[in-house]
Structure formats: structure tokens, C-alpha cells
């Protein structure tokens, strides 16, 4: 992570703390500078400086967080949409929760390839070292034995090569991988960019289009709870979606909605979501309840995201163990073929 970059923890921090005293009556740039005075030397300190110093200049608290560049996206989005709303209190409440949330998810993260990185470090140096040292020691041993050693021998030597070889490879793609997302993880641009290639992936793209279906849902709900009529809180949470694909359900929708469909018809006509998330919003348009079905919807994608998440990672963690254990596996076998070869001739 740059100096200056913000994390999850102090994104969480800064939005948690801002609606603290927001809730309190103080005014937002009272807020932040109040903030500033409290937060120690480091990344959020830095943050709080720059928007202070913004907002002096009469920009306003959206326009001075947008201006320093270090939050996300989404964030930057969610907070200028809730000024001209009137409800950035609770946006930055919301927004405190889930980079919450994101900062559990990638400390487990973390943890589920910490330990895989080291092994596979220490096994790329036994690797080497096997095919540098220890297999040429056998070859040699094989060429002082060329009188009483048959050729065929040289075979269990050339395997055991071959063996570590495809081993060694194996690892040190596997662990370029794991350190080039780690790496990633840790600036804003990586972020994004590892978002985008893993979208392409079956899935990872599923996880991703959910959560920006689920993201969809947060402003839709936000709007509409808020007196917003469908088609301005279509408008307005379209811009906080950037799939191609819900891009495209989205604007499927619109259609159906500019012929005269509810929202909730038209998203069940064109199967934005899944169908009995789409039978509470129909049950809840038709009872008069459609604030009510949308926050449930929008509670049911949250749930749905995070344990998505929470099984992906579960599954990356004996997936890694597994390959670990098979390059072990063609490292011992590589060690065991020569001495195999030399007693099986010797004897």
C-alpha cells in the first residue's frame, strides 16, 4: 500500500466517525476538522488534511473526498449522491459497515495465503537446490558406475529431473500469482485491474456481477425510501453500476419501464434477479409494500454476497494445500527415483 492510500480499516473509520458526529449536530466541516485534530500521523490523517483544506476553499464535502483521490470509487459516488439527497449521515453509516465488511473479508484473504506464500517460497528453494546440487551429485555417481550400471538406469535420473522441473514450475507460477494479487490488493489501481481480469473468470464473474447488482439495490432502495420516484432512482443508481452485463439487464428494464411497467414487472419480465428475490418484489409492489420488499431484497443480496465471498475463500485455502501437496509429492519421488535406479542395478 502507497504512503497516503487509505484502507478499508480507515475508510471504515473515517465514514463510522463522520456520522458519529453528524448524528451529534455538528456540521460537516466542524466534523472533519474535529477529526483531524484527533487522528494520529498516518494515511487518514493525510486524508482528513486535504478535505479540511478543500472544504476551506468552498468546495463541498463530496467534491474535497473526491479531490484527494484516495477513496474508492463506489464510496466517492455513494457520498456525492447522498449530499444532493440529504442523507449522507446515514450513506456514511452504511458505507462505515461495509468496508467493515471488505476489511474482515481481506484480512481472511490475507491469512488464507500467508501461510500457502511461505511454504511455496521454501519449496521453491528445495526445488532449486535439488536440481543444482542434489540430482547432479546422482549423475555423477552414475558415470563412475558406467562398468556395472546398465544405461536404462540414467532413466530414473532424467524422470527425477523431469519431475522436479515440472514441480518447479508449477510453484513458482502458482506463487508469482498469489504475490502479484497481494501486491494488488494493496493500492487502489490494483484493486480495480484484478477486479476487471478476474471478471472475466466464470467464477469470479458471477461474485462480481452480484455485487454490483446488490450495489444497484443499495441506491435503488436508498432513492425510493427517501419519496424518489422509479425512473430518477433508476437514473441514479444506474451510474453506480459498471458491469456490462447488469449494464445491460438494467437497461432492459428501463425499456420495459418507459412502455409502462412497474419496476418490479419489469425486472421480474427481464430476470434481474434471482426468482424469489423477483416474486417478494412482485408480492410487495402488489400489497403496497415496495419499500419494505426492497429493503429485504437488498438484505438477501448483502447476505448472498459476503457468504459468496466467504465460500471462495474457504475453497482457495485447501485448493492451495492441495497443489503444495503434489509438487511435495513430485519432489520426493524426484529424490527417491535415482536411489531406486541405482539399487535396483547395483543389487
Known sequence: MTKNELSYLDISTFCD??????NAGIQTDEAIALFREDSEEGALHAALVKIHASMEKGL????????????????????????????LELILKNLGSYYAQEQ??????????????????????????????????????????????????????????GLCWVALIAVVVLLGIVLLGSMMKKTKAGRETAGRWLGKLPVFGSIIKNTEICRFFSVFTLMRTSGTDEDAAMAEAREMVHHPAVLNKLTQCKTQMDKGSSFAQAAYEIKLLKPRYSRILLSGARSGSTAQALQQILTLLEQSCTQSLSDLLSTAEPLLSGVMLVATALSLVSVMLPLIGMMGTIG
Open 17 to 22: 466517525s463522520v456520522a458519529m458526529m453528524l
Open 104 to 161: 474482515r473479508l481481506s484480512q481472511r484473504l490475507e491469512d488464507v495465503l500467508r501461510y500457502p506464500a511461505m511454504i511455496m517460497g521454501m519449496m521453491v528453494l528445495f526445488l532449486a537446490v535439488m536440481l543444482d546440487w542434489v540430482l547432479p551429485v546422482f549423475t555423477g555417481v552414475y558415470d563412475r558406475l558406467t562398468g556395472s550400471v546398465t544405461a536404462s538406469a540414467y532413466r530414473y535420473v532424467l524422470w527425477a529431473r
Open 60 to 87: 463541498t464535502f463530496a467534491s474535497a473526498v473526491k479531490a484527494t483521490n484516495l477513496f474508492p470509487t463506489y464510496a466517492v459516488q455513494m457520498i456525492e449522491m447522498s449530499e444532493r439527497m440529504g442523507r
